[in-house]
């Protein structure tokens, strides 16, 4: 027996001497080395955590081998001479189609996810879309248009002719002589207002002595005797009180022709500066120079008013229309000051309806 056969050490030592035997391999339990010596007949010095294969060391964390010679594991270098390692063996083998369809079926099922939510995103934004182009503007927050204290009037609709009767200020009629149902044509009141029932009567005609009293009494009966001698025919009225607390009275004369209507608003009723008779709950009036000229009718005379300060609880405001056989009156009054807007949109409308 030779004397320098292999020796193992049981912490991981060095063999030394001759080669192995022929199933040779060179085993040192911890780390072992085969120091220079090549393994016989193709064997394999391996150590269990790391060693040197065939004389060349393998890097630390490196591959190990497997009794087939395959390298396996670890993410180091591949042993040298050895074949590249392929997807399948990577993977685990037969195993690698399963990893490969667990994969695909995370993408899918990721996709489907994406899918799905992009979807709902879609209905929702549609949805959202279609309630908005439902509402009006006013109903939807930042769009709303800030209220400039205009009063919601009903659609005007201007009434029926007779058979046979032309427009006012139509070619067949140039004087503007108004031959519908005068009481059809007085401004209706707008929305939310409290309509005053007394002042229209009971069939929409309103009396002589209703309409004086919108002047002091010591002038009622010079206004009458000039109205009388006009020949005024009938009287049309309505009046309501909108939720602000503003009156509204509006009046319209009819008279045989035009001449005479001029007549009256410009001689007997009104001046320049101020009406001739100032109405109930005003002691003085001056011109409203600020009333917009844009929207008055070529075919309506306007003649506005406004009282002067100080005017107590109730400022009043005043507006006389000449538009053919026909003299309008509007008195509007509002505690601490009368609104400039809703006044100015009585008259337009109410002008509107007589053109």
């Known amino acids: 027996m030779a004397s320098a056969s292999p020796a193992a050490d049981g912490g991981g030592g060095v063999v030394s001497g001759p080669p192995a035997a022929d199933d040779g391999a060179s085993v040192g339990d911890g780390e072992g080395v085969a120091s220079g010596q090549p393994a016989a007949d193709g064997g394999?010095?391996?150590?269990?955590?790391?060693?040197?294969?065939?004389?060349?060391?393998?890097?630390?964390?490196?591959?190990?081998?497997?009794?087939?010679?395959?390298?396996?594991?670890?993410?180091?270098?591949?042993?040298?001479?050895?074949?590249?390692?392929?997807?399948?063996?990577?993977?685990?083998?037969?195993?690698?189609?399963?990893?490969?369809?667990?994969?695909?079926?995370?993408?899918?099922?990721?996709?489907?996810?994406?899918?799905?939510?992009?979807?709902?995103?879609?209905?929702?934004?549609?949805?959202t879309?279609?309630?908005?182009?439902?509402?009006?503007?006013?109903?939807?927050?930042?769009?709303?248009?800030?209220?400039?204290?205009?009063?919601?009037?009903?659609?005007?609709?201007?009434?029926?002719?007779?058979?046979?009767?032309?427009?006012?200020?139509?070619?067949?009629?140039?004087?503007?002589?108004?031959?519908?149902?005068?009481?059809?044509?007085?401004?209706?009141?707008?929305?939310?207002?409290?309509?005053?029932?007394?002042?229209?009567?009971?069939?929409g005609w309103s009396a002589t002595k209703d309409f004086l009293k919108e002047f002091e009494e010591t002038r009622r009966d010079d206004i009458q005797d000039k109205l009388t001698d006009a020949g005024l025919r009938h009287i049309a009225a309505r009046g309501w009180t909108t939720p602000d607390g503003v009156t509204t009275r509006v009046y319209l004369l009819r008279f045989g022709s035009v001449a005479v209507t001029e007549q009256v608003l410009g001689d007997d009723l009104t001046s320049y500066d101020a009406p001739v008779y100032p109405v109930r709950g005003a002691d003085a009036f001056e011109r409203d120079?600020?009333?917009?000229?844009?929207?008055?009718?070529?075919?309506?005379?306007?003649?506005?008013?406004?009282?002067?300060?100080?005017?107590?609880?109730?400022?009043?405001?005043?507006?006389f229309l000449s538009a053919g056989d026909v003299l309008a009156m509007i008195v509007q009054a509002g505690k601490g000051g009368m609104p400039v807007i809703p006044f100015q949109q009585t008259v337009v409308l109410q002008s509107e309806l007589l053109e």
């Open 289 to 319: 120079e600020d009333f917009p000229l844009a929207p008055q009718s070529k075919n309506v005379a306007l003649t506005p008013y406004a009282e002067t300060k100080p005017y107590g609880s109730e400022q009043v405001r005043l507006a």
């Open 129 to 203: 879309a279609y309630g908005i182009t439902r509402l009006d503007r006013t109903d939807v927050p930042g769009l709303e248009t800030r209220s400039d204290g205009r009063w919601a009037y009903p659609t005007l609709t201007k009434p029926p002719l007779p058979s046979g009767s032309p427009a006012p200020f139509t070619r067949s009629n140039p004087s503007g002589a108004h031959y519908a149902d005068l009481r059809a044509l007085v401004l209706p009141a707008p929305e939310g207002a409290t309509q005053d029932k007394a002042l229209a009567g009971s069939d």
């Open 44 to 127: 394999a010095s391996v150590g269990d955590g790391g060693g040197v294969v065939s004389g060349l060391p393998v890097a630390d964390g490196g591959p190990a081998v497997t009794d087939g010679g395959d390298v396996v594991g670890g993410g180091g270098d591949a042993v040298p001479g050895s074949p590249a390692l392929d997807d399948e063996s990577r993977t685990g083998g037969a195993g690698g189609d399963g990893g490969a369809e667990a994969v695909r079926g995370a993408r899918l099922r990721a996709a489907l996810r994406w899918a799905a939510a992009v979807t709902v995103f879609a209905l929702v934004g549609a949805s």
